[in-house]
C-alpha cells in the first residue's frame, strides 16, 4: 500500500484534469463586468455594456489568452459588448449576405454550387461581436435530427450536391451521439464525396476536441475539412495546437479562415503573425473575409482600399501558400467576391 503522504505527492506532479467540455461551457463569461474585473481593467476606461440582446459569451478557455489589464487587447475586442453596437448606420442590416432569401429548405443554404450549407444548430461557444449570424432567427432553425429531414431528403435528390458543409452556430455544439445521427443519414447518400466543418471550438473551446469527437470524425466515409476561425495569432495556445494536431491524426484538411477587423488586426503585423501561427498550429491559411455589414458592427469596419493595402504587404513578407484570399461576400453572387 502506497502512504498517504505519498500518493498525494505523486498526484500533485500531475496536471489537474480539466473539466469536460460542455462544464466548461457552463462555466463560461456571461457578465462584462466579471470578466474585465478578472483581467483587472477598469470598468470606467471602456465603453462596455450589459444590457445586448446578442449577450456575452466567452469560455475561460479563450480568456486566458487575453492580456490582463489590456483594455484594447485584441481577443477582448472581439467578445465584449460596446454601446456602438447599438448605433444604426447606412449600409448595414440584419442579413447582409442574403442567407435569409437563399434558404430552399429549412436550414439548408444552396447558394454555390456543388456544395451545401447546412445549420446544424444556432448555438456557439463564444459570442463573437462582428458575427453576420447575430440576428440570425435560430430559434426558427433545426435543433434536433428529425428536424434535418426535409434538408437531408434535398441532398440526397440533388446529385450534383458533392460537398456537405456543417455550420450554424458551431456545429461541435451538437453532442457527437447527434453528429452520429446526422453523418448516418448522409452516409446513405452515394454522391457526397467530401464533409466540411465550418467550427471555431477547436480556438474557443479546444477540450470539445475529445476522444469521442475523434472516433467520429475517424469513422466518417469521406475526405473531411475543418475550417476554424482565429483572427489573431494570440488566439493560439498550447492546447489549440493539440487540438488542430488531433483533428489532422484523424485524417482532417485543416484550414483557417479570419475576419479583418479593425483595432484586432489590421496591422501588417498583426495578419502576418496570425498567418504563421496558424500555420505552424497546422491550420493554412483560406480566406480573409471584408466583414459583412451586419447591423452593430460598423466599428469592426475595414475599407477596401486599407484592406488591398494590407493584403500586398502580406505578399511581400510571406510564402505565397501564407497568403490568404482576401474575399467578400455577397448577396445573389455565386461564390465568395475576391476583392482586388
Ligand atoms: C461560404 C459558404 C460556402 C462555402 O464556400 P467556399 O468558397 O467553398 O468556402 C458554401 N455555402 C454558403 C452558403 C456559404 O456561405
Ligand atoms: S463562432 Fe462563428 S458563428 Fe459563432 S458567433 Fe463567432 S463568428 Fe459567429
Not at 70 to 84: E, K, M, S, T, W
Not at 196 to 203: A, L
Amino acid at each position: 500500500m502506497i502512504p498517504p503522504s505519498l500518493s498525494i505527492q505523486v498526484k500533485s506532479c500531475e496536471a489537474p484534469a480539466r473539466p469536460p467540455w460542455r462544464k466548461q461551457l457552463q462555466a463560461g463569461w456571461r457578465s462584462p463586468q466579471a470578466l474585465l474585473k478578472h483581467l483587472s481593467i477598469e470598468p470606467q476606461t471602456i465603453d462596455w455594456m450589459d444590457d445586448s440582446p446578442f449577450p456575452m459569451r466567452v469560455p475561460q478557455a479563450f480568456s486566458q489568452r487575453m492580456r490582463s489589464g489590456d483594455a484594447r487587447d485584441p481577443l477582448l475586442r472581439q467578445v465584449l459588448p460596446v454601446r456602438l453596437e447599438a448605433d444604426t448606420l447606412d449600409g448595414f442590416s440584419a442579413d447582409p449576405v442574403g442567407d435569409l432569401a437563399s434558404r430552399n429548405e429549412r436550414g439548408l443554404l444552396h447558394k454555390y454550387r456543388g456544395r451545401v450549407l447546412l445549420i446544424t444548430t444556432g448555438a456557439c461557444a463564444i459570442h463573437c461581436r462582428y458575427c453576420f449570424r447575430r440576428d440570425f432567427p435560430y430559434a426558427s432553425e433545426h435543433t434536433s435530427p428529425s428536424h434535418w429531414a426535409p434538408a437531408i431528403d434535398y441532398i440526397a435528390e440533388h446529385d450534383d450536391i458533392s460537398e456537405v458543409i456543417l455550420s450554424g452556430g458551431d456545429p461541435w455544439m451538437l453532442s457527437t451521439q447527434r453528429l452520429q445521427a446526422l453523418s448516418d443519414r448522409l452516409s446513405r447518400i452515394p454522391h457526397i464525396r467530401r464533409l466540411r466543418i465550418h467550427t471555431r471550438m477547436p480556438i474557443t473551446l479546444p477540450d470539445r476536441i475529445n476522444s469521442s469527437l475523434m472516433s467520429w470524425l475517424q469513422s466518417l466515409p469521406w475526405q473531411t475539412v475543418v475550417v476554424v476561425h482565429a483572427n489573431h495569432a494570440n488566439e493560439f495556445d498550447h492546447h489549440v495546437e493539440r487540438a488542430l494536431d488531433q483533428l489532422r491524426r484523424a485524417g482532417a484538411q485543416v484550414f483557417n479562415q479570419a475576419v479583418l477587423l479593425a483595432g484586432v488586426n489590421d496591422d501588417i503585423d498583426s495578419l502576418t503573425q496570425l498567418m504563421e501561427r496558424s500555420f505552424a498550429a497546422g491550420a493554412i491559411p483560406y480566406y480573409l473575409h471584408l466583414l459583412d455589414r451586419v447591423q452593430g458592427s460598423a466599428h469592426f469596419e475595414v475599407g477596401e482600399p486599407r484592406a488591398l493595402e494590407l493584403m500586398q504587404a502580406m505578399r511581400e513578407r510571406l510564402s505565397g501558400y501564407l497568403v490568404p484570399r482576401l474575399v467578400r461576400e455577397q448577396s445573389g453572387a455565386a461564390y465568395k467576391l475576391p476583392v482586388f
